[in-house]
């Protein structure tokens, strides 16, 4: 009876993966999301049983999250309204559910370890917005303060990080706090848990701001802040988010003398580099005057 269970495990294990990676695979109507959760419970309870190997039921975990298809893509609520059918809602609590399995599995440096390079590898594949912040938020699940991440992995992401911070607030609109704070919080608690996080992604911000061609390396671009004055925006936005955080902002205010590059960058490229209309300048020049006040007053507490 043993060998037939295991037999049958298997075959789901097999299928499952079949179905991830085939491009017939679509999630949602089409592989319902209950079916999602009863094969993610089917297979914990053998792993728990001893029928499966930890590192195969977390390359499962990975690879669910990593392939798994959000819809519609476009992370905007506000475009997303417009959407009769999204699974956004759905993909977010399979990602809760996941990560409390993982962090189930016994000691979570471990569990870390084994996972660490296979993420950070599907991260700087440039994944959907969605797909990435699951990924990030299943690292900040196992983590912790100090971080336990390697030297390496804290360079991929921070190379990574950048472009994917320009999405998040280019897609969505700074008003509406629960939206963004879902996104960009794994960033927050990894520039928590690793100040020198922050300081590379400073880092990089600052060197595209400087590039003559505003661009950005190949591992940090973005999806959806492709022109250069969405890309200066977007700066401006970010720092402003990260100020807005009190956590955030103590660790930035360590590094006043890499956002007072990206301020002169960002002067000097307003007033001579990019090409605006009066409506864009308005704006432009009203959210960067609230960045230079921001960023000039001490940290709160």
């Known amino acids: 009876m043993l060998k037939i269970a295991k037999l049958h495990l298997l075959c789901l294990t097999y299928n499952v993966f079949y179905y991830l990676h085939s491009p017939l695979y679509i999630s949602g109507p089409e592989l319902e999301l209950f079916v999602s959760f009863r094969i993610i419970e089917v297979l914990h309870a053998a792993y728990k049983a001893g029928h499966i190997q930890i590192a195969d039921h977390i390359s499962f975990?990975?690879?669910?999250?990593?392939?798994?298809?959000?819809?519609?893509?476009?992370?905007?609520?506000?475009?997303?309204?417009?959407?009769?059918?999204?699974?956004?809602?759905?993909?977010?609590?399979?990602?809760?559910?996941?990560?409390?399995?993982?962090s189930q599995m016994g000691d979570s440096s471990v569990v870390l370890q084994i996972l660490d390079k296979a993420i950070i590898g599907l991260i700087l594949l440039q994944p959907p917005l969605d797909n990435a912040c699951a990924m990030l938020r299943v690292?900040?699940?196992?983590d912790s303060k100090p971080t336990r991440l390697s030297e390496q992995?804290?360079?991929?992401?921070?190379?990574?990080?950048?472009?994917?911070?320009?999405?998040?607030?280019?897609?969505?609109?700074?008003?509406?706090?629960?939206?963004?704070?879902?996104?960009?919080?794994?960033?927050?608690?990894?520039?928590?848990?690793?100040?020198?996080?922050l300081k590379l992604v400073l880092d990089v911000i600052g060197s595209f701001l400087t590039d003559s061609n505003l661009s950005l390396p190949s591992d940090t671009s973005t999806r959806y802040a492709t022109d250069n004055l969405s890309r200066i925006n977007a700066t401006i936005s970010l720092l402003l988010l990260m100020y807005k955080d009190i956590k955030v902002q103590k660790i930035i205010s360590l590094f006043r003398t890499e956002v007072s590059s990206i301020l002169q960058s960002i002067a000097?490229?307003?007033?001579?580099?990019?090409?605006?209309?009066?409506?864009?300048?308005?704006?432009?020049?009203?959210?960067?005057?609230?960045?230079?006040?921001?960023?000039?007053?001490?940290?709160?507490g």
Request: include cysteine.
């Open 61 to 102: 975990f990975v690879t669910l999250l990593s392939r798994f298809r959000v819809f519609p893509e476009n992370i905007d609520p506000v475009r997303e309204s417009d959407v009769k059918v999204s699974n956004h809602g759905a993909f977010k609590s399979l990602t809760s559910v996941l990560c409390s399995y993982l």
């Open 153 to 197: 992995s804290i360079i991929a992401l921070s190379n990574f990080l950048p472009g994917y911070l320009m999405d998040v607030v280019h897609c969505i609109p700074e008003d509406d706090v629960r939206t963004w704070r879902y996104y960009l919080l794994p960033c927050f608690f990894l520039f928590d848990r690793s100040n020198k996080v």
């Open 139 to 142: 690292l900040i699940a196992l």
């Open 268 to 300: 000097s490229l307003q007033s001579s580099e990019v090409k605006m209309n009066l409506e864009e300048r308005h704006r432009f020049q009203c959210s960067f005057e609230q960045l230079k006040v921001v960023t000039s007053t001490p940290p709160a």
